[in-house]
């Protein structure tokens, strides 16, 4: 069974930093794009980045360029989404999802549970 | 940059057939898919490639796509149909992954 199993609800200060991850099982983990997603309390769906574990080839949307760092480490079948210094406006729920098709062409089959990262003083 | 439009809220009637849109330029020539997701919970892949199912997924969704509009059209709404849904392309000419702003859907 194909399940992405991502890291618990985080509650971290501004400016610090913070890696979440999404481990992946039941499948060939290097086989298959990984997406990050965010979604803002109350808000839809928006579209961060993916990376394919494989040959950590990596997109990002122009939105996330810069502001966050998309990673993988095939070896224990993770990906990582990760920033080096958070601000209030990152507190939301992240979500990953495994891609089918690929770049240009897939969609997320399956997905994470999400996981609540909250920025506060 | 792309940009996908959806209607933010649609209701229906239990029994009865609900319409979600998502309009975008010359979207008829991309592929669309549809995700739903219900409060508190991780979305879940309803319609691909316009108009596939996945395996689960109950034949009363079903996806269509032509010109600028994409429709999810859902049969025989029940209850447990309510939920915010989304489409979702990918813009090839900048090579990024694009949702709609999402639909509200009220079973009444």
């Known amino acids: 069974e194909v399940q992405l199993t991502q890291s618990g609800a985080e509650v971290k200060k501004p400016g610090e930093s913070l890696k979440i991850s999404c481990k992946g099982t039941g499948y060939s983990f290097s086989s298959y794009w990984i997406a990050w997603i965010r979604q803002m309390p109350g808000k839809g769906l928006e579209w961060m980045g993916i990376i394919h574990p494989g040959d950590s080839d990596t997109r990002y949307s122009p939105s996330f360029q810069g502001q966050v760092t998309i990673s993988a480490d095939k070896s224990i079948s993770t990906a990582y989404l990760q920033w080096s210094s958070l601000k209030a406006s990152d507190s939301a729920m992240y979500y990953c999802a495994r891609h089918i098709g690929g770049v240009g062409i897939g969609y997320g089959e399956y997905w994470g549970q999400g996981a609540q990262v909250t920025v506060s003083s | 940059s792309y940009v996908l439009t959806q209607p933010p809220s649609v209701s229906v009637a239990p029994g009865k057939t609900a319409t979600i849109t998502c309009g975008g330029n010359n979207i008829g020539s991309k592929s669309v898919n549809w995700y739903q997701q219900k409060p508190g919970q991780a979305p879940v892949l309803v319609i691909y490639?316009?108009?596939d199912r996945p395996s689960g997924i109950p034949e009363r969704f079903s996806g269509s796509n032509s010109g600028n509009t994409a429709t999810l059209t859902i049969s025989r709404v029940e209850g447990g149909d309510e939920a915010d849904y989304y489409c979702?392309?990918?813009?090839?000419?900048?090579?990024?992954?694009?949702f709609g702003g999402g639909t509200k859907l009220t079973v009444l």
């Open positions: 490639y316009d108009t």
């Open positions: 979702q392309v990918w813009d090839r000419s900048s090579g990024h992954l694009v």
